[in-house]
């Protein structure tokens, strides 16, 4: 067989199986691109799971007319122009695949009114793409901002299609992103719906405590205690502020384990383990935590560019954040006599 050059559209679906496995990694992709374009306000409008529709809309910066057909080809962003910004990525964003990959799987609609300098474009452009197949744009009308509007996932894909879940079950997982996603950017308002149900409704400018508190639930919010570290000359500038649950709160799952780097939603063993560790004696083995850590760090710290859905990271100096976290952590249910006296010596 003679060696060649994959089709764009061969390319782009490649991708799509590593970034865009569900319809929650669309949402994931497409809330952070709106947060990368300073959105304030983000609307994620859901049909039947997503199996039918996905909408985000938001008012951030928008794309220029002209761009529209680079936003939605691979490996074409705007967030990273030089190979050293790759060790300080100060975006959520950077790989320029999402658009690409999730046009080559779907029916999407791209409608965008751009804002430069201050100065909102006269009408938006409209793109649309199938596959591989591209309308010219067109002009219409619509406030600042972007709409993506994702339709018939995977119709090109049946291999693909047939993994779908559920519409319950496929709204579960995009549920879970837009709140963990929301946990990190308390500055933002979000609305979810579902079949046109309200699900979530979250304004601007709440404070990280009150962001929390609004996504918990009631039966936990009066369980959290908060807890920070200021003094962090010894972690390079590092910030770290968050709330715990109290012992008796303790979940069977990690569901209600968030952490956020930098205003990013990450996964992390390491530290989940040191939330655990701050917990060792007061609740049994088999639970979890509930708790939400916040970390602000120098971005050259965190090597976001190491897994395609970009969920994991890998920090420069773990041990560290691993001590911060649990110490703080500990220190909080010490102070609030929550720690059994003879475990003080640990
Ligand atoms: P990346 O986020 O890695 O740059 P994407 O494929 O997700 O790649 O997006 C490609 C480009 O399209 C982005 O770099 C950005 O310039 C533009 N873009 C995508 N979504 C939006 C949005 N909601 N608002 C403004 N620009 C956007
Ligand atoms: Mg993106």
Redesign the pocket.
């Known amino acids: 067989m003679k060696i060649r050059k994959l089709p764009t559209l061969l390319i782009n679906q490649i991708a799509a199986g590593e970034v865009i496995e569900r319809p929650a990694s669309i949402v994931k ?2 809330v ?3 947060i ?2 300073q959105a304030t306000q983000i609307d994620i409008a859901i049909e039947q799971g997503g199996h039918q529709l996905i909408r985000i809309s ?1 008012n ?4 220029a007319e002209d761009e529209l057909e680079l ?1 939605v080809s691979p490996h ?4 990273l122009h030089s190979p050293d910004q790759l060790a300080a990525i100060g975006t959520l ?8 990959s999730i046009s080559s799987v779907s029916r999407t609609k791209i409608t ?1 009114r751009p804002t430069r300098d201050g100065k909102a474009a006269e009408a938006a452009a409209v793109l649309e793409v199938e596959g591989s197949r591209l309308s010219p744009p067109y002009p219409a009308a619509c406030a600042p901002g ?1 709409i ?1 509007d994702v339709r018939d996932l995977f119709f090109n894909t049946p291999a693909r299609r047939k993994f779908l879940r559920q519409p319950s079950t496929e709204f579960a997982q995009i549920n879970e992103i837009v709140t963990r996603i929301a946990m990190c950017n308390h500055n933002i308002g979000f609305r979810l719906t579902h079949n046109d149900r309200k699900i979530t409704d979250l304004p601007p400018n709440q404070t990280r405590a009150q962001r929390v508190i609004s996504l918990v639930g009631k039966d936990i919010k009066n369980g959290l205690l908060e807890f920070s570290h200021e003094d962090l000359a010894e972690h390079g500038g590092a910030t770290l502020w968050g709330m715990a649950g109290l012992p008796e709160i303790a979940r069977a799952t990690n569901k209600f384990l968030y952490l956020c780097i930098n205003g990013r939603v990450i996964k992390d063993r390491n530290l989940i383990h040191a939330v655990r560790e701050a917990y060792r004696g007061l609740i049994p083995p088999e639970k979890t935590p509930v708790a939400a850590v916040f970390i602000e760090m120098p971005a050259e710290d965190v090597d976001v560019n190491v897994h395609p859905s970009k969920a994991e990271v890998r920090f420069r100096k773990p041990k560290q954040y691993f001590g911060l976290v649990r110490n703080a952590i500990r220190q909080c249910l010490l102070d609030n006599d929550l720690m059994p006296t003879a475990k003080l010596s640990d």
């Open positions: 992709e497409c952070e691109n709106s990368d374009a938001d951030g910066l928008g794309i936003a074409a962003t705007s967030k964003g950077f790989r320029g695949e999402a658009l690409a965008s972007t993506i």
